[in-house]
């Protein structure tokens, strides 16, 4: 099914833009605080039950073949003789994929229907490069010159105007995802974000009496950026508090891994209920040009032992959770001379959690020679139109033309209706 025309954020009324706008505030997003970045904060929280997007972002061109087989195809098998996965290996075939068996830490949830995994998706046309595509993707408005990322674009559709609806979890480093005229922020260690005077007992709360007082009667920008610094503060702190208590209801992350580590803050985050609906967070290390096999089956096993464990950390909270993978680009269909696999197009993208229908779905192309964009699986449907379609289903108040500007969206069917 396509849709060629989605509502604005405006056509649901107040948006946080709308906001800034009538309190005069529009350009000071860039608003810098030594101690926070160039964000402007807010002291006004956001929905703390309102639903939640985890953006996971798989840098360096995950291949989409070695997670979701085509294992029909003898042509998969033909252009792999070295590294294809084998079908007797694999997790839950039906007559056309299977899932790569590594993803077994979540076979509980492929069971459940909470897993969906999606062929034959990427950018409109074809583009190898890591940086290029990357910006591409996370821009999704081609032909702008604006640098505005599609989450920022989505946070400005909410009506909270807070810092905390968009924030990169795990890396200091912003995504291109999150860059724009909407507050957002990144951190890798939420502690880090209290001033150091935050928990003293008594000096604590006479140095915030102070500070609130000298920012209130500043009335000036900097007298509101200092205010809503405190606030972030005291909210950090909270987050802080929560990540000190450990996994909860007997998650069990893997130990020292990168992506353990910003899913455990990220699920932290959640429970403490400061009102963040969209968290970014990256995975790197996909470029698999040397000896995928066993490369891509470790990354997968940490991936998919760290989304067990995030789901299980979250409890009760994971009923507002929707977790989507992205990749810049898949790799190519045959095999390199190092038993790895060079820079491609099509892709899988998997999507977990909250209002998905599980299964497999894919308009596939086949991998037949004359299907093929230059030797490489081909893109059947435009990897906006997975997002767009997560977001109609669990953010009815973002306008999904807004967001994708110019698309038209190819519905699925892999998430259920709000």
Not at 155 to 165: H, K, L
Not at 397 to 414: I, N, S, W
């Amino acid at each position: 099914m396509t849709d060629g025309h989605d509502a604005s954020c405006a056509d649901y009324g107040v948006t946080r833009r709308n906001l800034l706008r009538s309190a005069g505030l529009i350009g000071m997003a860039g608003v810098s605080t030594k101690m926070f970045g160039d964000v402007l904060t807010s002291t006004a929280y956001g929905a703390t039950n309102g639903n939640i997007l985890v953006v996971l972002s798989l840098r360096g061109g995950a291949d989409g073949m070695s997670m979701m087989v085509p294992h029909a195809e003898s042509a998969y098998y033909a252009a792999r003789p070295n590294i294809a996965v084998k079908k007797a290996d694999l997790l839950r075939p039906d007559h056309t994929f299977g899932l790569h068996p590594s993803f077994k830490p979540l076979e509980s949830l492929w069971d459940s229907g909470r897993m969906a995994a999606i062929h034959a998706v990427g950018l409109p046309t074809p583009n190898r490069s890591h940086f290029e595509a990357m910006e591409l993707v996370e821009d999704a408005d081609p032909g702008s010159s604006e640098r505005i990322g599609w989450l920022n674009r989505v946070i400005g559709c909410f009506i909270s105007n807070d810092v905390f609806d968009g924030i990169q979890v795990g890396s200091t480093v912003m995504p291109t995802s999150l860059i724009g005229p909407e507050p957002s922020f990144a951190t890798s260690d939420f502690s880090s974000l209290s001033a150091p005077w935050a928990d003293h007992a008594s000096l604590g709360p006479r140095v915030r009496s102070v500070l609130s007082a000298m920012y209130r009667d500043a009335g000036t920008v900097i007298g509101k950026a200092g205010q809503e610094a405190l606030a972030l503060d005291r909210r950090t702190g909270t987050i802080a508090a929560e990540e000190k208590k450990g996994p909860q209801h007997g998650a069990v992350y893997p130990e020292h891994h990168e992506l353990a580590r910003a899913l455990a803050s990220s699920a932290a985050l959640i429970r403490a209920g400061v009102g963040v609906r969209a968290i970014a967070v990256d995975f790197g290390g996909w470029d698999h040009h040397v000896d995928i096999s066993w490369r891509i089956s470790r990354q997968v096993e940490q991936m998919s032992k760290s989304i067990a464990a995030f789901l299980t950390d979250l409890g009760p909270d994971a009923s507002r959770v929707t977790i989507v993978t992205l990749s810049e680009f898949g790799r190519r269909l045959g095999q390199n001379g190092a038993a790895g696999l060079d820079h491609g197009y099509g892709n899988a993208v998997f999507a977990f959690g909250a209002g998905v229908r599980g299964g497999y779905y894919a308009n596939w192309p086949t991998l037949a020679t004359d299907r093929r964009v230059d030797g490489d699986l081909a893109v059947t449907t435009d990897y906006r139109s997975v997002l767009a379609e997560i977001l109609a289903a669990r953010f009815p108040e973002v306008g999904v033309g807004t967001v994708f500007p110019g698309l038209t969206r190819t519905t699925l069917g892999f998430m259920s209706p709000y």
